[in-house]
C-alpha cells in the first residue's frame, strides 16, 4: 500500500477519534498534521506528526494553514474532516440562534472551507481522499439537537458534491455516520442514558474509536480509490429498524 509522501491533515486531531485516526494513519506511514483549537501537552509532535492550532470556522486562517502545509510537504493528499461540536440541547422552539449558527459553522461550514483549500493541491496532483465525519444523526435526526443532525446532514450533500464535481480528477470523498463511540465524551454520559441508548444497537455495544480509525485508514488506502460518494453508517447495526429491536430487549 502506498502511504509514503502521502500527506493526511485531520481536523478535531486533539482528542476523541481524531487523535485516534492521527496515530493510525501515521503508524500505516503517512505524514499526519492534526489541526484543533487545543492539544494535550503530551500529544508531542514527531518526524512524522504536526499539529497546528487553529479554528476550522475561521475561513482565512484555514486557506494559510493549507497553503502552509501543501508548501512544507508538497501536497495535500487525504482529509479527514472530524471537528465537530454538540453543545446545543434544546428542543427547536426554544433554541438559541447563536448557537445554532456556531454548530453550523463548526460542523458545516469548517468542513467547506478544509474541503475547498484542500482540493486545489487534490486537482493538481490528479490524486485526493477526503472523509468526512458525519453522524447516524444525519439520516435518523437526534432528539433536541437539531443543529447537530442538520449540520451533520449537509455534510452528506457536501460528500456528494465533491464527488460529483472531483471525480475525474482522481479524488474519491466518502462520509463515514458514526453510532455510539466510546469516546471521552461518551464515557462521561450518565449510565442511564447510555444503558437507554445501546438498547438501540443490535451489537449491545458501543463503538471503539479504532474501529473508527480503521475505517478511515481503509477508505484513503489507494485500494478504495473507486468508492466515491457514500455514506457508511459504523453504529453496530442501530440504523435497522429500532421499533423492533427495543420491543425484543
Ligand atoms: P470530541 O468532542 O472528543 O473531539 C472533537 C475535537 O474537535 C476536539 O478536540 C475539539 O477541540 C475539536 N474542535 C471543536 N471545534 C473546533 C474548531 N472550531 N476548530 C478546530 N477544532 C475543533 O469528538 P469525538 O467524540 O471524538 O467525535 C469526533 C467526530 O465524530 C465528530 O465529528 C463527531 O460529531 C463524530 N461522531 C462522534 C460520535 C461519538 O459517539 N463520539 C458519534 C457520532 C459522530
Not at 16 to 30: A, C, D, F, P
Not at 140 to 145: A, F, S
Not at 220 to 243: K, L, Q, R
Request: hydrophobic letters at 40%; aromatic letters at 6%.
Amino acid at each position: 500500500m502506498l502511504t509514503k509522501n502521502r500527506t493526511a491533515v485531520v481536523t478535531g486531531a486533539g482528542r476523541g477519534i481524531g487523535k485516534r485516526i492521527v496515530t493510525t494513519l501515521s503508524e500505516l506511514g503517512y505524514i499526519v498534521v492534526g489541526l484543533d483549537l487545543r492539544f494535550d501537552s503530551n500529544q508531542l509532535p514527531d518526524e512524522k506528526v504536526e499539529f497546528m492550532t487553529v479554528d476550522v470556522t475561521n475561513s482565512d486562517e484555514i486557506k494559510q494553514v493549507f497553503e502552509k502545509i501543501e508548501s512544507t510537504y508538497g501536497s495535500i493528499d487525504i482529509l479527514v474532516n472530524n471537528a465537530a461540536i454538540t453543545n446545543n440541547i434544546s428542543q427547536i422552539m426554544k433554541m438559541d440562534i447563536e448557537k445554532w449558527k456556531r454548530e453550523i459553522d463548526v460542523n458545516l461550514n469548517g468542513v467547506f472551507y478544509c474541503t475547498k483549500y484542500a482540493l486545489k493541491s487534490m486537482t493538481e496532483k490528479k490524486w485526493g481522499r477526503i472523509v468526512n465525519i458525519s453522524s447516524i444523526a444525519a439520516t435518523g435526526g437526534i432528539d433536541r439537537q437539531s443543529s447537530y443532525a442538520a449540520s451533520k446532514a449537509g455534510i452528506l450533500g457536501l460528500t456528494k458534491n465533491v464527488t460529483i464535481e472531483y471525480a475525474e480528477h482522481g479524488i474519491t470523498c466518502n462520509a463515514i455516520l458514526p453510532g455510539l463511540i466510546h469516546t471521552e465524551a461518551v464515557s462521561d454520559m450518565p449510565e442511564h442514558i447510555k444503558e437507554q441508548a445501546l438498547k438501540l444497537v443490535p451489537a449491545n455495544r458501543l463503538g471503539e474509536m479504532q474501529e473508527v480509525a480503521e475505517l478511515v485508514a481503509f477508505l484513503v488506502s489507494e485500494p478504495a480509490g473507486y468508492i466515491n460518494g457514500i455514506e457508511i453508517p459504523i453504529d453496530g447495526g442501530s440504523h435497522c429498524n429500532p421499533i423492533s429491536l427495543a420491543r425484543s430487549k
